[in-house]
């Protein structure tokens, strides 16, 4: 899926990106986890409360195909 997300940006050159995901409740102290970097190589999501959850889009995205220009 990944690389279909890629060609995506590659090919509609978007101003930002985003992505929506659901999860189960039971998982939210794994993904919230300060740890998370070091047991799973990502880091953790931040908690906006209301069972709603934030994060950066991955490095790879960000940097070669948004560049630091865009980032506010």
Known sequence: ???????????????????????????????TSKDRMKSQGVPPLIDLENYVLISSVSPLI???YFGMGNCL
């Open 62 to 64: 960000r940097i070669k």
């Open 1 to 31: 899926m990944g690389k279909h997300i890629i060609e995506l940006i590659k090919k509609h050159k978007p101003d930002f990106y985003t992505e929506l995901h659901c999860y189960n409740i039971k998982n939210h102290e794994k993904l």
